[in-house]
């Protein structure tokens, strides 16, 4: 079973202030919006960078791997909506793969919807700001 989500509250602040900026661009669609107030009620807050150095946060580097196929995997950045840049593998924090891996440990798995249906994937890796935590092997 997965744990609550947990991040700073310099990330907690920024999410709860993407919730209520109306002039933000590109402006969350509503249902992106209860997605991240559910997420954002559900996340707790810390400040021990210890219990931060294997969970996911903003601009963390992270590497999902399907727990049935190894082959099937992928990596992604959780960004800020105005820095989102599919191309580049930048993914904003109101898409539902970023709720489901944000704030969530190495080695936990991730579930969200997508339009053919749930996709479960494990965090693999995650490269941190600053350093590499866990591996793809």
């Known amino acids: 079973m997965n744990t609550r989500p947990l991040l700073d509250q310099e990330a907690f602040l920024s999410l709860q202030d993407l919730l209520q ?9 509503g249902e ?3 997605a991240l107030a559910r997420w954002v009620d559900e996340a707790l807050v810390t400040f021990d960078a210890v219990e931060l150095e294997d969970r996911v946060e903003l601009h963390d580097r992270v590497t999902l791997v399907s727990p049935s196929d190894p082959a099937d995997w992928f990596e ?6 105005s820095e989102a840049d599919i191309d580049r593998d930048l993914i904003p924090v109101t898409s539902a793969v970023s709720l ?18 749930a996709r479960v ?5 995650l490269v941190k700001k600053r350093q590499a935590v866990g591996s793809r092997g």
């Not at 900026?21 to 669609?29: T, Y």
């Not at 704030?103 to 339009?115: D, I, K, P, S, Y």
Request: no cysteine; aromatic share 2%.
């Open 76 to 81: 992604l950045e959780i960004v800020p909506p």
């Open 121 to 125: 994937m494990t965090i693999a890796s």
């Open 100 to 117: 489901a891996v944000l704030g969530r440990r190495v080695g936990e798995r991730a579930t969200w919807e997508t339009q053919a249906g």
């Open 32 to 34: 992106q919006r209860q």
């Open 21 to 29: 900026n109306q002039d933000a661009r590109p402006l969350p669609s």
